[in-house]
């Protein structure tokens, strides 16, 4: 799911939760997996259609709010 994409979802509450997990491969890079209310599963990804993956777990909780969620899931 583009970003843009998944911000105009979020401003129509589409997302039902989010959760951030740990890359395959990495064990210091975690990216965003996204659920909407009809239980489908999105990896968030940037507008080059790259997924978005940082060690930073702040940055990507800032990124989760911008969808209009106020909590996510992090799984080890």
């Not at 039902?16 to 990896?43: C, Q």
Request: charged share 25%; proline share 1%; hydrophobic share 45%.
């Amino acid at each position: 799911m583009k970003l843009d994409d998944a911000v105009v979802l979020g401003r129509d509450g589409a997302w039902r939760e989010a959760t951030l997990r740990l890359s395959p491969g990495s064990r210091t890079h975690w990216f965003v997996m996204l659920h909407d209310n009809d239980n489908k599963t999105y990896i968030l990804a940037g507008n080059d259609d790259k997924a978005i993956a940082s060690d930073d777990l702040n940055a990507l909780a800032l990124l989760v709010q911008s969808l209009g969620l106020k909590d996510f899931t992090v799984c080890l």
